[in-house]
């Protein structure tokens, strides 16, 4: 079994304890390791959540064809599923930085959201 097939259909609390580990061997290798360290590796982490977004709008600018003739090939339901996870991957991280339980938040919204009901 590989990595992908070993990680699918993650729940959010695995995939939150996954983030967990990621974030700490991030910090590690980084050398990170007080509240001020903390906080430059939560800013960092911020930096690149703002710059996969960023490569999530190009993706579906160029899924939409809203983009130049020339770079409307590169741009497929594949590289805009990997930009959606790099999002997603740099939010976790960024949750785990800050101890936020994010599987008991994402629940709280769609418990919100359903009872909300447009």
């Given at each position: 079994?590989?990595?992908v097939?070993r990680h699918?259909d ?17 910090a590690?290798?980084?050398g990170?390791?007080?509240?001020a360290?903390r ?8 930096v690149?959540?703002?710059?996969e977004?960023?490569?999530?709008h190009a ?10 003739a020339?770079k409307?090939?590169?741009y497929?339901?594949?590289t805009l599923?990997?930009e ?9 991280l960024l949750a785990?930085i800050f101890?936020?339980d994010?599987?008991g938040a994402?629940a709280?919204?769609?418990g919100f959201?359903d009872?909300?009901?447009?």
């Open positions: 079994m590989d990595a097939e699918n993650m729940s959010l609390r695995e995939f939150s304890a996954w983030a967990g580990q990621q974030a700490k061997r991030l590690a290798n980084f990170l390791d007080s509240q360290d906080d430059l590796f939560a800013l960092a982490q911020t690149k959540l703002g710059e977004v960023g490569e999530l993706e579906v600018l160029g899924a939409i064809r809203y983009c130049r020339d409307v090939d590169q497929t339901n594949e599923a990997g959606l996870a790099d999002v997603m991957v740099c939010t976790m785990q101890d936020v994010l599987a994402v709280g919204k769609i959201l009872e909300r009901r447009f």
